[in-house]
């Protein structure tokens, strides 16, 4: 896996790129992600969960987001 990576996804019948940044909070892995949405930054965190597993850590966003989660993920472990 890489630190820091872009990922071109299909979320929200569009192709967003998305920008992944490894991060630690404690002993605890997760991935920083952002998104332009409407012109502005989108933050959310993706944490690891398991050995290879990733899942957006709950948080206000858009639905449409949680529903990419698998796309995300694989991006991810193909990094």
């Known amino acids: ?3 820091n ?5 299909e979320a ?3 192709r967003l790129v998305f920008n992944f940044m490894q991060v630690y909070y404690g002993s605890q892995l997760y991935y920083n992600v952002t998104i332009m949405v409407d012109n502005k930054p ?3 965190r993706m944490k690891k969960v ?3 597993n990733w899942k957006i850590a709950p948080q206000p966003i858009p ?5 990419t989660e698998t796309k995300l993920a694989s991006a991810i472990k193909e990094s």
Request: glycine share 4%; aromatic share 18%.
């Open 1 to 3: 896996m890489k630190a």
């Open 5 to 9: 990576f872009d990922a071109m996804i």
């Open 12 to 14: 929200d019948n569009k």
């Open 42 to 44: 989108l933050l959310f």
């Open 50 to 52: 398991g050995e290879d």
């Open 63 to 67: 639905n449409w987001i949680y529903d």
